[in-house]
Structure formats: C-alpha cells, structure tokens
T-cell receptor
Framework: AQSVTQPDIHITVSEGASLELRCNYS??????LFWYVQSPGQGLQLLLK??????LVQGIKGFEAEFKRSQSSFNLRKPSVHWSDAAEYFC???????????FGTGTRLQVTL | DAGITQSPRYKITETGRQVTLMCHQT?????MFWYRQDLGHGLRLIYY???????DKGEVPDGYVVSRSKTENFPLTLESATRSQTSVYFC????????????FGPGTRLTVL
C-alpha cells in the first residue's frame, strides 16, 4: 500500500522568503502526486498535481513542485511567500489501480511579517 | 454554481445517537469520498463511491454507513456515535478516478459528547 510522509509538522517563514515543504512517498510504481492547501476553516484546494512527463510542475498561486523518483520525493516550493500563504499543506499520493488518495499528515505554514 | 456542499456545518450529539452528515454536489461527478480529519492523522478515507449504488470501504470505515441512491448525494451515517468519532468530516468529489482533481466541501465539525 502507498504511504506519504510530511516530516515537518510546522514551519515558520518570513514574508518574502523562499519556501520548501517536504513530501516523501512510498509506492512501487510511478505514483500520482498532489499538493492541496487548506486555509483555516475551509476545505482543501488543489495546488498542483503530477501524473507523468515533466518532473517540474507548476501550480496555482505561484507554487511549483518537483518529482524526484530517485528520492521518492515531491517537494513543494515557492520563491517568495506572501502572508496569505499561511495555511496547512497536504501532500497526497494516488495509484492507477485504486480510486482513492492517501494523504500525509500535513505541514502547517506560518508567515511572519 | 454551488459546487459541493455539506450540512450541517456544525453538529453536537451524544454518545449512542444516530447522526447523518449530508453531502451534495452539482457537477454530476462519478466519484465521491468521505474523509475525517484529526490532528496528527491528516485526512483518512472512510468510504468512497464510484457511482450511484456502488460504494467501497476506505481506511477507517468501522462505525460508519454510506449510501448513494443518487449521483449527486452521498450521506454518511454514524449509526451509534462514539466519542472517538469527534472529528471534522470532509466530503469530496472527482469526475472519474483518483487521477482527477478531488474537490472538497467546507467540512462538518462533529462533536460527540
């Protein structure tokens, strides 16, 4: 069965600084990978997804993620964080054989002004 | 365009009572999902449905019942609520499979006393 690890429970960055959120997955074949964001009191919104092809994926709100098969990673990055990016971020993995996703435990991002 | 809605948004109940959480989507998506979100666990899949009258268990199905008589509705019932079922419940839908984006509702915060 697939699994997802987000090693950082909580990260604090200053506004304007760069951001990288880590995600590691476990799955034998090529996975489908997703990043979702959850603002306080809200549901989850898709930031970006990787299925195949170019390993650098662009998403909404200026986010990008890079799939690295050799490291089983799909880290989320943003070059300059805005205060409105404060939220919880979830990495998720899906497989071609099951119609469901497995989510990581999330990373809470705090942005200081 | 309402998208995906959940009701109620907040619910307090007592141990042993039956509770039904409602989920409605206006897109005619084939797939619908129920997740629970708990601190330290991220999102865990309870049940999902590939189409009307087709449902399957997720990671944590015990104590829950689902039905899907119409494509647009996917109610989740706690037949005899327990304190361990205190959580935030999210409904989601996707057009075809896990390779499609899942769209999440705003969530229902359930407290079992």
């Amino acid at each position: 069965a697939q699994s997802v690890t987000q090693p950082d429970i909580h990260i604090t960055v200053s506004e304007g600084a760069s951001l990288e959120l880590r995600c590691n997955y476990s799955y034998g074949a090529t996975p489908y990978l997703f990043w979702y964001v959850q603002s306080p009191g809200q549901g989850l919104q898709l930031l970006l997804k990787y299925f195949s092809g170019d390993t650098l994926v662009q998403g909404i709100k200026g986010f990008e993620a890079e799939f690295k098969r050799s490291q089983s990673s799909f880290n989320l990055r943003k070059p300059s964080v805005h205060w409105s990016d404060a939220a919880e971020y979830f990495c998720a993995v899906g497989t071609g054989t099951a119609s469901k996703l497995t989510f990581g435990t999330g990373t809470r991002l705090q942005v200081t002004l | 365009d309402a998208g995906i809605t959940q009701s109620p948004r907040y619910k307090i109940t007592e141990t042993g009572r039956q509770v039904t959480l409602m989920c409605h989507q206006t897109w005619s998506h084939s797939y619908m999902f129920w997740y629970r979100q708990d601190l330290g666990h991220g999102l865990r899949l309870i049940y999902y449905s590939a189409a009307a009258d087709i449902t399957d268990k997720g990671e944590v199905p015990d104590g829950y019942v689902v039905s899907r008589s119409k494509t647009e509705n996917f109610p989740l019932t706690l037949e005899s609520a327990t304190r361990s079922q205190t959580s935030v419940y999210f409904c989601a839908s996707s057009e075809r499979t896990n390779t499609d984006t899942q769209y999440f509702g705003p969530g229902t915060r359930l407290t079992v006393l």
